[in-house]
């Protein structure tokens, strides 16, 4: 049975730093309550507004009453967003770009005030957040340095070569509005943010209410940079109260959550017919082939899986184990779970930290408690640690998985992880592909040929080979998406920075009036042929062009 901690449970050397909610100083020590009160600020919200209080996951304590800004006050900032929008745009993509360099350094310098803040907001491990720091770096350094590259206009063959010159350019779509959630609240909101700015487009970001400080810190940052008053605009609110507005108000919504609420945001920009980049849920798979030194296949698992507790998007909750090295991957896979340090301190001594709510608690707890009524077993973890914190969880394993159990198919979005047999690579493929969703996915081999091989024929956005996820994720150059329920359009990479942007082809028609005392030239010398003439010359123009190769 999935347990409650009963004090006994052994725990390997150095894991366990105690709860004590009368006197946990996290809730106080990380901001001075003036350095709060001046993030909050930022929050577009009217006097005398309704507030959110945000808990700490690492002690329950009550963190800060964020302002609560209502759908009059998103769509004042809104208003003022896109007034702003049209200087920022008037920019040059370099002096855009500046201010992504200075991203770059400023969250490097800075980043002991944000990993105590996203820790407190999100109770993840010292370790899982510093990934984001490094994450905003990456995005900001890549985009500063080819977002000039990735925006230039394109020329094309034009009608008429010669007579006809025809650019693609790339506009801002103007207002983007980012709906993003509690799990990488640093990520996932600059990292979105950072590519629409760049692009010429103001944002109407609204972060998850538990994270808002996170968000408001990055706001603060991206000001330092050079980031003009107004350009980016902070609203908050859970999501069914102004996830309309926002929608309503932005030539492009971004938004990252459940594959369930992803729906409703598509519906919402449908509506309206403007686009959305929706990243959304998955159940994403790995697996370890015969061939794999079982020693490094789960070390990597043992990341892949458990980083941030589980609540990453592209984290592994499925491993297919070539039967063969099975029992041995097992039981490492176990030995290495069992030994993470599970812990809430602000420094690096732990590995896992806790889950960000007890609502994903409580997911965690059904979809395992269902898993073992039905025949699992757990081989690590299973254990709600609620002496460490309200919502700590155990990193688990479990074997044995029913196909009917929740967990076999729904994500759980935790630190759970089911491992499954398979004899054969085809076997392998097929079960990682029997799924809705196609986020990511992960193979591990001694066989590199192999395993792009096998990646090829796996159906999902991004699929690592010999690692779980940070091989796509930090390709910079390479899009991130999911296929199926895992959501629609890409960030990272040039075809990340198009989604906000708005495609125009300009075609030049030259000579139309004549040039140098010359007789007008172009499309309608030809249609003066007559309509019984043009098409016999037009047919013969095609057949040249396609002999010139021409495209
Ligand atoms: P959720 O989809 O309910 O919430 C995600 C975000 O969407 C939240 O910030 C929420 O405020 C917002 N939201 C909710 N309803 C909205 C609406 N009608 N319009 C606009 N925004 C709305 O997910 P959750 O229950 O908070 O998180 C659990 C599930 O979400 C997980 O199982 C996982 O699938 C998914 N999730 C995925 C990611 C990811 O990185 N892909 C991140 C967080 C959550």
New binding site residues.
């Given amino acids: 049975m999935s347990q409650e901690h009963d004090g006994q449970h052994e725990r390997q050397p150095g894991s366990a730093e105690l709860f004590d909610p009368e006197t946990d100083p996290l809730a106080t020590y990380v901001l001075e309550p003036e350095d709060i009160a001046t993030l909050l600020r930022r929050v577009v919200s009217s006097p005398g507004a309704a507030t959110h209080t945000s808990h700490a996951p690492f002690t329950g304590a009550p963190i800060a009453a964020v302002p609560l800004s209502t759908p009059d006050d998103v769509a004042r900032a809104a208003r003022s967003a896109r007034a702003a929008q049209r200087l920022w745009a008037a920019r040059s993509v370099r002096e855009r770009a500046a201010v992504l360099s200075a991203v770059h350094d400023l969250v490097l310098e800075r980043q002991s005030d944000v990993l105590d803040l996203i820790q407190l907001e999100t109770g993840k491990a010292r370790v899982s957040a510093f990934e984001e720091v490094a994450d905003i770096a990456l995005v900001s350094r890549h985009y500063a340095a080819r977002a000039r590259r990735y925006l230039a206009p394109r020329r094309v063959l034009g009608t008429v070569p010669g007579l006809t010159s025809t650019r693609v350019l790339r506009h801002p779509a103007g207002v983007v509005g980012i709906?993003?959630?509690?799990?990488?609240p640093l990520t996932?909101t600059l990292g979105d943010v950072l590519p629409a700015l760049v692009a010429g487009n103001a944002v109407l970001l609204?972060p998850?209410?538990q994270t808002a400080l996170t968000a408001l810190w990055a706001a603060e940052l991206l000001e330092d940079a050079g980031l003009p008053a107004g350009v980016l605009q902070v609203v908050v609110g859970?999501?069914?109260t102004i996830?309309?507005a926002?929608?309503e108000h932005s030539d492009h919504v971004s938004?990252?959550?459940?594959?369930?609420?992803?729906r409703?945001?598509a519906a919402?920009a449908g509506e309206r017919l403007v686009p959305a980049t929706l990243?959304?849920?998955?159940k994403n798979a790995m697996y370890v082939a015969d061939d794999v030194d079982v020693d490094v296949a789960a070390e990597g698992a043992v990341r892949a899986c458990f980083v941030g507790a589980g609540?990453?998007?592209v984290s592994i909750e499925r491993i297919y184990v070539h039967r063969d090295v099975f029992d041995e991957f097992a039981h490492e896979l176990a030995r290495r779970t069992r030994e993470l340090r599970l812990g809430t301190g602000l420094d690096y001594r732990s590995d896992v930290g806790s889950l960000t709510s007890a609502?994903?608690l409580a997911?965690v707890v059904e979809h395992v408690e269902d898993a073992l009524g039905l025949g699992a077993r757990v081989l690590a973890g299973g254990v709600h640690r609620s002496d460490l914190g309200p919502w700590f969880y155990e990193p688990t394993v479990l074997v044995d998985v029913s196909p009917h159990a929740r967990l076999f198919r729904e994500?759980?979005?935790g630190p759970v992880v089911a491992l499954y047999p398979v004899a054969s690579d085809d076997e392998a493929v097929a079960a990682m592909n029997d799924t809705e969703f196609g986020?990511n996915a992960s193979i591990w081999t001694a066989d590199a040929r192999r395993g792009a091989a096998l990646a090829r024929r796996v159906h999902a956005g991004s699929v690592n080979v010999n690692e779980g996820y940070v091989g796509t994720w930090g390709s910079l150059g390479a899009p991130q998406g999911g296929w199926g329920a895992s959501g629609i359009g890409v960030r990272h990479g040039r075809e990340g920075l198009w989604e906000t942007t708005r495609l125009q082809s300009i075609a030049v028609q030259h000579g139309a009036h004549g040039v140098l005392g010359l007789p007008p030239v172009g499309l309608r010398r030809l249609f003066d042929l007559g309509t019984d003439v043009w098409p016999q010359v037009y047919t013969e123009l095609l057949r040249v062009m396609k002999a010139a190769r021409l495209p």
């Avoid at 938004?255 to 992803?262: A, E, I, K, V």
């Fill in positions: 709906i993003a959630p509690w799990n990488f996932l609204r998850d209410p859970d999501g069914p996830g309309a926002v929608i938004f990252t959550g459940s594959t369930r609420t992803g409703v945001v919402g990243e959304l849920g998955g609540q990453v998007c609502a994903q997911t994500e759980t979005f986020l």
